[in-house]
């Protein structure tokens, strides 16, 4: 039988042998976050609501798909060298993150987490590569004003 250390601190507490770090990230969005007072924080500021698509759930899927290519490009990899991807948003059954990353040959892994979908995506990512299944993952989330409404 083998014991492994116990890598939980209390209740809700965890600690990482091997903590991961965050290599790159990519933030893509809408003209009214942009005209926000961090604006010149985002990479990429649409000001067509439906980021040339044709319905909202589209231009949800398109945003997130442009997202996680700049990450990716920031990165200096091609998304073929992730491990995993940990994505959500707030379409049924997570079908903007489907559409968004079907093409990547990347193993995916949709949440439903809503409001929580980014931490638990990153809280996922960053256990699968303390755990040694992983040694590069993306955490994706997106959230189109029209689409969750």
């Known amino acids: ?26 933030c893509v969005v809408g003209q009214k976050e ?11 500021i649409c000001l067509d609501a439906y980021f ?3 319905s909202w759930e589209k231009a949800e899927s398109s945003m ?6 700049l990450c990716c490009d920031k990165l200096g990899i091609p998304p073929r060298e992730l491990d995993m991807i940990f994505s959500g948003d707030l379409l049924n059954q997570c ?9 990547t040959g990347v193993r995916h892994f949709g ?11 990153m809280t996922l990512g960053t256990m699968a590569i303390d755990g040694g299944f ?12 029209c689409s969750s409404e």
């Open 52 to 54: 040339g698509e044709s």
């Open 111 to 121: 949440l439903y987490g809503a409001c929580s979908t980014m931490g638990e995506a």
């Open 95 to 103: 079908v903007g993150s489907v559409f968004a990353l079907k093409n």
């Open 64 to 69: 997130l798909k442009e997202c996680f290519e």
């Open 1 to 26: 039988m083998v014991f492994l250390k116990n890598k939980r601190l209390g209740r809700q507490t965890v600690a990482f042998t091997n903590p991961p770090s965050i290599a790159a990230g990519s």
């Open 134 to 145: 992983a040694e590069r993952v993306c955490a994706v989330t997106s959230s189109h004003f």
């Open 34 to 44: 942009g005209e926000g007072p961090i604006g010149h924080c985002f990479d990429k």
